[in-house]
């Protein structure tokens, strides 16, 4: 017997760290330059090694973003969501926990790498 449709919460992971990975690595990205203007302080990496710092930010973005790429190119509708939604939780991450918005530069590789493999080994279909 069925006791009619069931409502079951469908949480879509790969788009979730698609959007942590975007957002945390804009905020490991532009962290150096908000710091600078803004007077925050800086750990040693922002501070003295500013390059590594910003380009584990950008892969981190870049991934997401080839991510959302190859989703908008398979489906007809194409879902630009992750960016979106990534773009603004960066600013927001940045604004609002200042200083200590510098743990982006554990949270953004490990979305990265988290995002990478779920996406490897998720079927096709899905």
């Known amino acids: ?11 879509d ?7 942590l990975s975007f957002g945390w690595g804009l905020s490991l990205a532009t ?3 908000f710091a600078e203007r803004q ?3 800086r750990g040693e990496v922002q501070a003295n090694q500013t390059a ?19 989703r908008v190119f398979a489906s007809a509708e194409g879902d630009w969501g992750a960016i979106v939604v990534g773009l603004a939780f960066g600013l927001l991450w940045t604004a609002i926990f200042r200083v200590y918005s510098q743990v982006s530069l554990f949270l953004a590789p ?4 988290i995002l990478l493999f779920s996406w490897v080994t998720t079927p096709a279909s899905v």
Do not use: E, H, R
């Open 1 to 11: 017997m069925v006791d009619g449709p069931q409502n079951f919460l469908y949480v």
């Open 31 to 33: 962290y150096s330059w």
């Open 13 to 19: 992971n790969l788009f979730v760290w698609a959007m």
């Open 52 to 70: 590594i710092a910003v380009l584990i930010g950008l892969g981190a973005m870049m991934l997401a973003t080839l991510f959302t790429l190859a």
């Open 39 to 41: 007077g925050w302080s």
């Open 110 to 113: 490990m979305a990265a790498v």
